[in-house]
């Protein structure tokens, strides 16, 4: 798969290595932004409020697959936009999803060490499910869908809760699995 990340940071950064560890082709953006016209995904993986510039900045986003790894925290959604994910879907009108937003990229290299595979919260449309459940499990983690598009302002508000969670264990992953699969 032919993936651009928009970012390069600890989230970036840490999910690149990973995809290309998996054997992905990924280009990796900066500041500057660039050409994503030959991808098949796009991640954007950029400080939530500087969303609108990044995007700016990248050429041949138009109806590409968005996966949305960007944080709020303080800060409200875009005027107009329940959550940072609608707001990119709008500016990109393919299919979107928000994704890796509630996990510590810090652990990304340690996630083969965990007892069980971590889960990774998503929720997204239906037309960007394949993707964002492969390069979930392309990057350690067992996807979990928690709704469509409109789920993801509920999402994006869990991250106080992940950070509080944090404050009294320390770096963490979490796993949601049904009962028979414990």
């Not at 986003?61 to 329940?82: M, S, W």
């Not at 937003?101 to 810090?106: D, I, K």
């Not at 996807?143 to 869990?158: D, K």
Request: with cysteine.
């Amino acid at each position: 798969m032919r993936i651009t990340v928009l970012g390069r940071g600890n989230v970036g950064g840490g999910l690149a290595d990973a995809w290309e560890r998996a054997g992905h082709h990924v280009t990796r953006l900066g500041r500057d932004g660039g050409d994503a016209s030959d991808a098949d995904v796009v991640l954007v993986a950029v400080p939530g409020g500087a969303v609108a510039d990044a995007l700016d900045r990248v050429s041949g986003l138009e109806g590409t697959t968005v996966i949305d790894a960007t944080n709020l925290p303080g800060l409200p959604p875009p005027e107009g936009f329940a959550s940072n994910a609608e707001f990119v879907k709008s500016k990109t009108g393919g299919p979107t999803a928000k994704s890796f937003n509630l996990n510590l990229a810090s652990l990304y290299g340690q996630l083969g060490e965990a007892r069980a595979t971590p889960s990774n919260l998503w929720c997204g449309d239906e037309e960007a499910r394949q993707v964002v459940e492969r390069l979930n499990r392309d990057a350690g983690y067992d996807p979990v869908r928690t709704g469509p598009l409109e789920a993801a302002a509920l999402q994006e508000s869990a991250l106080p809760l992940i950070l509080a969670i944090g404050e009294g264990t320390g770096p963490f992953v979490y796993r949601f699995a049904p009962l028979g699969e414990l």
